[in-house]
T-cell receptor, first 114, second 114 residues
């Protein structure tokens, strides 16, 4: 069964600092991986996705993630945090051929201080 | 503009009453999903539908029911059998019901049952 672990329910950074949000997955087959962002009381917005084309994936708002099969990881990074990046971030995995159900991690709240 | 609409944004009900949450999409997507979100729990799949007149149970379907009579609509009924219905409910859709396709989310409905 697929699963996702996001290390750290809260991550705090200063404005301008590197953002690193960790995601590890468990999957018996090559997975599809996604990062979503959620602002308070809103739906989720797709940041980026990995579908086996390239291991380094670039997304919106300056975010990127690298798929590392040997480490079963898909960590999300951004070189320089902005106040507007403060939100909750979810990693999700889908690995069932023909099915599109996603398994989500529990989320990481990113706090950005001035 | 294409997108997913969920109504209402906030919903209040008395315990023992059934309540139906609306989800409509004009993206011409085949697949639709319902998730429940609780603080610190991530998103959990309630039901999903890959085609009209067909749907499958997700991980936490007990106490919920759905219908998919039209491609654009996927209403969720929270029945009185759901033991803890207070939560944030998110509807999503994807082009096809396949793993590589990302899901697009609506703005959510916050249900409070007292």
């Amino acid at each position: 069964a697929q699963s996702v672990t996001q290390l750290g329910s809260h991550v705090s950074v200063s404005e301008g600092a590197l953002v690193l949000l960790r995601c590890n997955y468990s999957s018996s087959v090559p997975p599809y991986l996604f990062w979503y962002v959620q602002y308070p009381n809103q739906g989720l917005q797709l940041l980026l996705k990995y579908t086996s084309a390239a291991t380094l994936v670039k997304g919106i708002n300056g975010f990127e993630a690298e798929f590392k099969k040997s480490e079963t990881s898909f960590h999300l990074t951004k070189p320089s945090a902005h106040m507007s990046d403060a939100a909750e971030y979810f990693c999700a995995v889908s690995d069932r051929p023909g099915y599109s159900t996603l398994t989500f991690g529990k989320g990481t709240m990113l706090l950005v201080s001035p | 503009d294409g997108g997913i609409t969920q109504s209402p944004k906030y919903l209040f009900r008395k315990e023992g009453q059934n309540v139906t949450l609306s989800c409509e999409q004009n993206l011409n997507h085949d697949a639709m999903y319902w998730y429940r979100q609780d603080p610190g729990q991530g998103l959990r799949l309630i039901y999903y539908s890959q085609i009209v007149n067909d749907f499958q149970k997700g991980d936490i379907a007990e106490g919920y029911s759905v219908s998919r009579e039209k491609k654009e609509s996927f209403p969720l009924t929270v029945t009185s059998a759901q033991k803890n219905p207070t939560a944030f409910y998110l509807c999503a859709s994807s082009i096809k019901g396949e793993s590589s396709y990302e899901q697009y989310f609506g703005p959510g409905t916050r249900l409070t049952v007292t």
